[in-house]
Nanobody, 115 residues
Framework: QVQLVESGGGLVQPGGSLRLSCAASGNIFSNYAMGWYRQAPGKQREWVAYITSDDYTNYADSVKGRFTVSSDNAKNTMYLHLNSLKPEDTAVYYC?????????WGQGTQVTVSS
């Protein structure tokens, strides 16, 4: 079974940037669409962005123009570049298949946007 491990989160000021990584234990990015999701305190988990095996990307309206998803199939890694961060982007960020599979949820990585 493939395992996904998220990393790269942290504390950043409004307007700042981060790069999140999603490392897979197997080669799945070349075969499946993969997505980023986030869950803010007290809210349901929501979809943020996805990338298909042929590099088509799509974004939630709340992050469009600020976040960029990419993947490096040779490294079995997917990235999420977060720019122009806002306090409302504060959440735990997860990667998973798109659409998500229950068995693939990992621990996520915390992003906190605060001055």
């Amino acid at each position: 079974q493939v395992q996904l491990v998220e990393s790269g989160g942290g504390l950043v000021q409004p307007g700042g940037s981060l790069r999140l990584s999603c490392a897979a234990s197997g080669n799945i990015f070349s075969n499946y669409a993969m997505g980023w999701y986030r869950q803010a305190p007290g809210k349901q988990r929501e979809w943020v962005a996805y990338i298909t095996s042929d590099d088509y990307t799509n974004y939630a309206d709340s992050v469009k123009g600020r976040f960029t998803v990419s993947s490096d199939n040779a490294k079995n890694t997917m990235y999420l570049h977060l720019n122009s961060l806002k306090p409302e982007d504060t959440a735990v960020y997860y990667c998973n298949n798109y659409p998500p599979l229950p068995a693939y949820w990992g621990q996520g990585t915390q992003v906190t946007v605060s001055s």
